[in-house]
């Protein structure tokens, strides 16, 4: 099938398709995800959690995700490939844009920052040095220590208002996505409306343009806590493939997220 780019994102999202998401570490299923059908895979830093054992995405290193994005590059075909820039690899912008070009080297063509106010500098000076940005509110889990815990965020209308204006400004800065994660559905629903560039929910209710989930919590083999936002996706099924398509075709349909999932 044909390579999916930012532009045809963005047209899925303007004819009412869903986009489906999925994190992805190795190229055996990046290949599978790719037959399934998902628009984009994330090289997420949450592999420090997942494929490393870490109690948080804190020690995740650059070289981490560029060798996880090499191999993920090698086996994917057609889906939009996003890398995750690790905790303290963009704190200014040519710190950013030297980290961000050895994941671009390695095969990603955008790359994911978690932030708000604080990274509009730094989205322009990418986006204008040909690096495609996704940019990362809500929980935001490279802040875990700041929030104490993985919370969920914008409860309040004071910090609902902040995140609105922040998704607004990363979107004048330059970013091409925005993923909003464990925020209150109606506030994502009124993000998504406020936005041209497709939002991507986990934990953020239905209304979103797409949805993303980390692999290991669909397919039901973390061994670690349970957030509210996840399904096991293997309940049912017979095979890995048979999940994957099984939250694609949730996610096409509008069944994932249910009320369950969302806060
Ligand atoms: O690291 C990750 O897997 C992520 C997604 C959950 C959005 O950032
Ligand atoms: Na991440």
């Known amino acids: 099938s044909k390579a999916v780019t930012v532009p045809a994102l963005i047209a899925m999202r303007q004819a009412g398709e869903k986009i489906a998401m999925l994190t992805c570490y190795d190229a055996s299923f990046a290949a599978l995800m790719d037959r399934c059908g998902v628009e984009t895979l994330l090289v997420g830093d949450s592999l420090g959690m997942v494929c490393q054992g870490h109690a948080s995405t804190l020690p995740v290193t650059i070289q981490d995700i560029a060798y ?6 090698r086996g994917n075909r057609s889906a939009l490939l996003i890398a995750d820039m690790p905790f303290g690899t963009y704190a200014t912008p040519q710190q950013a844009f030297e ?5 671009m080297q390695a095969g990603a063509q955008m790359v994911k920052l978690e932030g708000g106010i604080w990274l509009e500098d730094t989205v322009q000076y990418l986006t204008q040095r040909a690096v495609p940005v996704c940019a990362h509110l809500g929980l935001t889990p490279q802040s875990v220590h700041q929030f104490g815990g993985f919370k969920v965020q914008a409860k309040t209308q004071e910090a609902a208002r902040q995140l609105k204006h922040d ?3 990363l979107q004048t800065a330059g970013a091409s ?3 909003l994660e464990a925020i209150p559905a109606q506030l994502a629903k009124e ?3 406020s936005l041209t560039i497709p939002t991507i929910g986990i934990g953020a209710g239905p209304d979103c343009a797409g949805q993303v989930l980390v692999m290991h919590d ?3 083999v973390f061994p670690g806590r349970k957030a509210r936002f996840v399904r096991n996706f293997m309940e049912g099924q017979t095979s890995v493939e048979g999940a994957v398509r099984a939250y694609i075709g949730a996610v096409k349909d509008g069944s994932f997220p249910a009320p369950e999932h969302c806060f």
Do not use: Y
Request: hydrophobic content about 65%; cysteine-free; glycine content about 4%.
């Open 68 to 73: 996880h994005t090499a191999s993920v590059a």
């Open 99 to 103: 980290n961000a070009a050895r994941l």
């Open 167 to 169: 998704a607004l400004m």
């Open 177 to 179: 996505m925005l993923v």
């Open 191 to 193: 993000v998504t409306e």
């Open 218 to 220: 669909m397919l039901g």
